[in-house]
């Protein structure tokens, strides 16, 4: 009796390879529904051959750093410039030479659920993840380009243990520590990729907290950006305590 195509394809989800002889066997089997997993099976291994490039690529710069000696190497990253409402938060993280987290990349490209389940990994696997938040009182004395700095001073500093070099999204911070300024690094480097999933969920996660504080300007859905939704709530409610009142928009609510 012929195996199950069922059976087939649990079998499938276990082999790594083209050339596995139960691929070269399974070949020989005419019937519709193993050639139809036989194509999934393909699909899936050139897509995580794929992960696995851009991920090798993305590790040039800590590949670099660890030439140079350096153990510790922490990627930075931020996120919150450009909302009206909410702090910027600050991700500083250290990964283990050789740990492998596929599908690491700027956040702003990955869906809500593949930040989370990158989020968890990162977590998991991470040897320290710092925080740094800056809070809009703040920002609005600072401004943001310097309250985006100070965050990320705040995040390395909460590591431990202290990274030796630096891999930065495209800023060049006042500390004593050797370091890498990448432009669009989330999206260049494993280690500030992470640094940036890990800033944009906690950063949501606080403003999915806010909207239950402050509810009528769709904080939930739009971590404070100036959605429609947002500006129509200003409009009809006024400013909350963590809006920006020096950002343009948020400035004309001003009593």
């Known amino acids: 009796m012929s195996e199950s195509i069922q059976s087939i394809k649990e079998k499938l989800k276990q082999i790594t390879t083209l050339d596995d002889p139960i691929v070269t066997q399974l070949r020989l ?3 519709k529904g193993v050639q139809q997993a036989l194509g999934s099976f393909e699909k899936r291994l050139a897509k995580e051959a794929l992960l ?3 991920y090798e690529t993305m590790s040039f710069y800590e590949n670099e750093g660890y030439a140079q000696g350096h153990e510790m190497i922490a990627g930075i990253d931020e996120v919150g410039r450009g909302p009206l409402a909410g702090p910027v938060v600050s991700a500083a993280v250290i990964l283990p030479k ?6 690491l990349n700027d956040s702003k490209q990955l869906s809500e659920k593949k930040r989370e389940e990158l989020y968890e990994q990162i977590q998991e696997k991470a040897l320290s993840i710092g925080i740094g938040v800056i809070d809009e009182q ?7 380009y310097e309250a985006s700095k100070l965050a990320m001073c705040e995040a390395v500093k909460e590591l431990t243990p202290e990274p030796t070099y630096l891999l930065i999204d495209a800023m060049t911070l006042d500390l004593p520590i050797a370091q890498n300024k990448l432009i669009k690094g989330d999206a260049r480097s494993i280690s500030i990729a992470a640094a940036s999933i890990i800033a944009k969920v906690y950063r949501d996660r606080l403003m999915k907290e806010y909207e239950l504080q402050y509810p009528g300007y769709g904080f939930a ?19 909350t305590p963590i809006h920006r009142k020096s950002f343009a928009p948020v400035k004309q609510y001003l009593s």
Request: no cysteine; proline share 0%; net charge positive.
């Open 221 to 239: 859905k739009n971590a404070g950006y100036g959605t429609k939704e947002h500006l129509l709530g200003l409009a009809q409610h006024g400013i």
């Open 138 to 144: 703040t920002i609005d004395r600072v401004n943001i």
């Open 29 to 31: 089997d005419t019937r």
């Open 52 to 54: 696995r490039e851009k």
């Open 98 to 103: 050789g740990v492998e987290i596929y599908g």
